[in-house]
């Protein structure tokens, strides 16, 4: 399974994506598409999307914790790593 999240995609990809993915919201993408044509999918939208598409992929995995997240351009949320965990960070607040 795959999500794609954009802030911006370009016509020729939105267009493309409608091919595999269902899109319940604008410049929300969601697939069952299978491991092999998921890892394509993620390397022609990386390949294919300038920077201000600001794109978050959701990848789901075989292995622990079960998903992959990419992130690329400017999303506006912000992808860290906690103990190997990838997670979205939702509000920037320092820490105690």
Same mark, same amino acid.
């Given at each position: 399974m795959v999500v794609v999240i954009a802030n911006d995609l370009?016509? !020729?990809v939105r267009g493309r994506m409608k091919l595999w993915f269902v899109e319940p919201r604008a410049n929300v993408f969601v697939s069952g598409v299978k491991d092999s044509? !998921? /890892? &394509?999918?993620i390397d022609y939208l990386l390949k294919s999307c300038p920077a201000k598409s @600001? $794109?978050?992929i959701f990848q789901r995995i075989p292995? !622990?914790?079960g998903y992959r997240i990419y992130g690329y351009g400017d999303p /506006?949320?912000?992808l860290i790593e906690?103990? @190997? $965990? &990838?997670?979205?960070l939702e509000k920037? &607040?320092?820490l105690p």
């Open positions: 370009p016509p !020729a044509v !998921a /890892r &394509q999918v @600001g $794109l978050l292995e !622990a914790p /506006r949320r912000k906690l103990s @190997g $965990l &990838q997670l979205v920037d &607040q320092p």
